[in-house]
Nanobody, 126 residues
Framework: QVQLVESGGGLVQAGGSLRLSCAAS????????MGWFRQAPEKEREFVAG????????YYADSVKGRFTISRDNAKNTVFLQMNSLKPEDTAIYYC???????????????????WGQGTQVTVSS
């Protein structure tokens, strides 16, 4: 069973930046899509960004396009989420996720992912 460990969350003022990291255990990192989701208080978990196993395609929620960037370092089994121009509405627990199967074609929904990290809190003050 893969383990996903997020880091990099914290408190930041509106307009600031944070970089989240997610380290994955195991040797099969390179054949799985990776994604980031978030869940704000009293709201459902929502897709934020995803990156294809090959690294050649990325996808973003409309709410973060142009502000967030997902990337991966396959040599380090790590996926990143660079978050710029943060807004108070970005406040949430951010979760890293691994695709449900190797070489999976989809990554826009929770059902496309099968393993989850514990989450890291991001708080953006106004």
């Amino acid at each position: 069973q893969v383990q996903l460990v997020e880091s990099g969350g914290g408190l930041v003022q509106a307009g600031g930046s944070l970089r989240l990291s997610c380290a994955a255990s195991g040797r099969t990192f390179t054949i799985y899509n990776m994604g980031w989701f978030r869940q704000a208080p009293e709201k459902e978990r929502e897709f934020v960004a995803g990156i294809r196993w090959s690294g050649d395609s990325t996808y973003y929620a409309d709410s973060v396009k142009g502000r967030f960037t997902i990337s991966r370092d396959n040599a380090k089994n790590t996926v990143f989420l660079q978050m710029n121009s943060l807004k108070p509405e970005d406040t949430a627990i951010y979760y890293c996720a691994r695709g449900i199967r190797p070489y999976w074609d989809y990554m826009g929904a929770s059902s496309d992912f099968g393993s989850w990290g514990q989450g890291t809190q991001v708080t953006v003050s106004s």
